[in-house]
């Protein structure tokens, strides 16, 4: 443990509302779409080391229409909109970013559920959307012996960014919960890296316990570590209180993210309701 790097470190930035445009859609899986996006503006977007949650909110058209209905932004954020067509917008995840080329990369879950996962099914060179943010970067400490990973597919990218972004030398337990062996995405190799794919079949996703089991099951490497969690927030729950309560890890050691619920439209992860000890 280095005492000195032991902290998340929140950067905030302004809010600039941006718009990106399809150059380029690939299939990474069956149910997991990579889009790469051209973007407006990219002098003042933020892409920083070590912090492989950083997000965006995407601002996608109004139904049957091309139409972006983008929110109005006040001196504490976005302002709701008065009057008019709502903003329709959903969280996603800065999978890459490419500052000369002015390039976002987005890996959008495909389900017909919702109006982003559908949107991703069919994105073609030329669709826009808007886009705000990162509002802010998490960075995370370096200075823990390993780090201890669990996430579901919608967590994946974030994932993808730890493998790449973590110093040489930090080793990584991984726990990423996909529908089956098709949707395994290949992460930066590492030395040291544990990476368990867990497999929930044709159910459906954010009801099942394998990650909480995985977990319950894995013999601690020795040293220092930090819990970095994300991903159907009832399903994380049980993890936290299985480290927080059951193993004393302190809170400083841990962060759990409900990226979605079930049942849920666009679930403010922000909110604190629902966040236990
Ligand atoms: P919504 O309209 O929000 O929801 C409609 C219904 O679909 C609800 O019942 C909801 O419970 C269900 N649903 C939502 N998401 C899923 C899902 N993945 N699988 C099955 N059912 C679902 N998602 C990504 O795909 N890629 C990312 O990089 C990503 N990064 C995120 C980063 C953050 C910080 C947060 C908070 C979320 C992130 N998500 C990511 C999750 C994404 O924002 C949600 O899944 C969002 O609800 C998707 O919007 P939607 O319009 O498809 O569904
Ligand atoms: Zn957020």
């Not at 030395?191 to 159910?203: F, K, M, W």
Request: glycine letters at 10%.
């Amino acid at each position: 443990l280095d005492p000195h790097d032991t902290d998340i470190n929140l950067v905030m930035y302004g809010l600039t509302p941006r718009y990106i445009e399809v150059m380029r859609s690939e299939t990474l899986t069956p149910q997991m779409q990579r889009v790469t996006f051209s973007c407006t503006d990219p002098e003042g977007f933020h892409f920083v080391p070590m912090a492989p949650d950083e997000h965006v909110k995407l601002f996608f058209p109004q139904p049957g229409t091309d139409e972006i209905v983008m929110p109005g932004i006040g001196p504490d954020g976005i302002r709701p909109a008065i009057d008019g067509p709502r903003p329709i917008y959903r969280d996603y995840t800065v999978r890459a970013f490419d500052e000369h080329r002015a390039e976002v990369v987005v890996d959008f879950v495909l389900h017909t559920h919702g109006v982003g996962g559908s949107w991703a099914a069919t994105a073609s060179p030329g669709d826009r959307l808007g886009m705000l943010g990162p509002r802010g970067s998490h960075i995370y400490p370096t200075g823990y012996d390993w780090y201890l990973l669990a996430a579901d597919e919608t967590a994946l990218p974030a994932i993808g960014r730890w493998f790449e972004e973590l110093p040489d030398g930090k080793r990584i337990a991984a726990f990423i919960e996909v529908a089956g062996p098709t949707e395994e995405v290949a992460l930066a190799p590492r030395e040291g890296a544990l990476v368990h794919y867990l497999h929930r079949g044709d159910g459906q996703a954010g009801n099942s316990r394998l990650l909480e089991r995985a977990i319950r099951d894995f013999d601690f490497p020795d040293g220092e570590f930090f819990a970095w969690i994300a991903g159907e927030a009832n399903t994380l729950k049980p993890i936290r209180r299985h480290l927080r309560r059951e193993l004393g890890v302190p809170k400083s050691r841990i962060k759990v993210d409900g990226y979605w619920r079930n049942g849920t439209v666009n679930l403010d992860h922000h909110d604190p309701g629902d966040e236990d000890e």
